[in-house]
């Protein structure tokens, strides 16, 4: 079993930055493909941003040249950096993992971390 811990969520204002992290741990062989979603009240899960485990990226419009993903392959960790935040970017957001245990691959979820952009 692996257990997706996420923190770093919170109440900001717009313009501002707020920085996610979330930790794996369990049996893992091998982390391959890490990412963050979200959801809003109301609307369906997003993709926010992807990264591979060599550290390629890929952004949807509506966060690019704003968010930063990034991970940290010897903790187990991907972060979002959060910058210029909009009140549209309020959701609960989760992180997600392919991993691969040395016998099958499956994907894993976080439980969410409200992220709220004030006005």
């Known amino acids: 079993q692996v257990q997706l811990v996420e923190s770093g969520g ?6 501002g ?5 979330c930790a794996a741990s369990g049996s893992i062989f091998r982390l391959n493909d890490m990412a963050w979603y ?3 009240p109301g609307k369906q899960r997003e993709l926010v941003a992807t990264i591979t485990s060599g550290g390629i990226t890929n952004y949807p419009d ?3 040249g704003r968010f930063t993903i990034s991970r940290d392959n010897a ?8 910058n210029t935040l909009k009140p549209e970017d309020t959701a609960v957001y989760y992180c997600s993992a392919d991993v691969f245990n040395g016998i099958f691959r499956e994907q894993y979820w976080g439980q969410g971390t409200q992220v709220t952009v004030s006005s």
């Open 10 to 15: 919170g109440l900001v204002q717009v313009g």
């Open 17 to 21: 930055s707020l920085r996610l992290s």
């Open 38 to 40: 979200r959801q809003a």
């Open 62 to 64: 509506s966060v690019k």
């Open 75 to 82: 903790k187990n960790t991907v972060y979002l950096q959060m």
